[in-house]
């Protein structure tokens, strides 16, 4: 079946710092790729999506690309705040009603 | 306004009590869910109602049932609870594989569950 596996946390950065947060999938169709946010407290907020291959989608700094020859959707951002400390899912859906999320990875940022 | 919004936020129980958490959305979407999250943040989808049908069940105990008395609603009743049962429940609603959404998940801001 679909999955997805995302790098392991958590991730430590300071301040303006770069961050990549790796994410791969396996789907048997042309999945459309997600990674969500959630911040402390809060339910999860879609951040970006790529809905076929070669795509990027960007949102807020964060930006990640759909790569179907290496099955991957990274998230990177070239500078992180304080404020982007939380908690990142990566995600698909293939069509139907299910929507697969890695296990999350969090992350902290220090000032 | 609130979009997803669930009732009530925090839930604090004895084992073998039953209740209740309900979800609402005023997005106007046709398909409703529950998610599980565990103390390690997995997030672990439990069921799905599209146009107030029932399209996912995964498997979970038939101590779980969920109900939906129309598009806007759904709701999650918890019977003889348990220790394992202590979770965050998430509510979300999506507008199905539609060209423009491709399932695009809005969640509520979760129920933090204790059962002691």
């Known amino acids: 079946g679909d999955s997805v596996t995302q790098m392991e946390g958590p991730v430590t950065l300071s301040e303006e710092a770069f961050l990549t947060i790796n994410c791969t999938y396996t789907?048997?169709?042309?999945?459309?790729l997600f990674w969500y946010v959630q911040y402390p407290g809060e339910g999860l907020q879609l951040l970006l999506k790529?809905?076929?291959?070669?795509d990027k989608g960007s949102n807020k700094g964060f930006e990640a690309t759909y790569r179907k020859e290496t099955t991957s959707f990274h998230l990177e951002k070239g500078s992180v705040q304080v404020s982007d400390s939380a908690v990142y899912f990566c995600?698909?859906?293939?069509?139907?009603?299910?929507?697969?999320f890695g296990a999350g990875t969090r992350l902290f940022v220090k000032a | 306004d609130t979009a997803v919004s669930q009732t009530p936020k925090y839930l604090v129980t004895q084992m073998g009590n039953d209740k209740s958490i309900k979800c609402e959305q005023n997005?106007?979407?046709?398909?409703m869910y529950w998610y599980k999250q565990d103390s390690k943040k997995f997030l672990k989808i439990m069921f799905s109602?599209?146009?107030?049908?029932?399209?996912i069940n995964e498997t979970v105990p038939n101590r779980f049932s969920p109900k939906s008395p129309d598009k806007a609603h759904l709701n999650l009743h918890i019977n003889s609870l348990e220790l394992g049962d202590s979770a965050v429940y998430f509510c979300?609603?999506?507008?199905?594989?539609?060209?423009?959404?491709?399932?695009?998940?809005?969640f509520g801001p979760g129920t933090r569950l204790t059962v002691l």
């Open positions: 979300a609603s999506s507008q199905g594989w539609a060209v423009s959404s491709y399932n695009e998940q809005f």
């Open positions: 789907a048997t169709g042309y999945p459309s």
């Open positions: 790529a809905t076929k291959a070669d």
């Open positions: 995600a698909l859906t293939d069509g139907g009603f299910k929507t697969i």
């Open positions: 997005l106007g979407h046709d398909t």
């Open positions: 109602y599209n146009n107030k049908e029932l399209i």
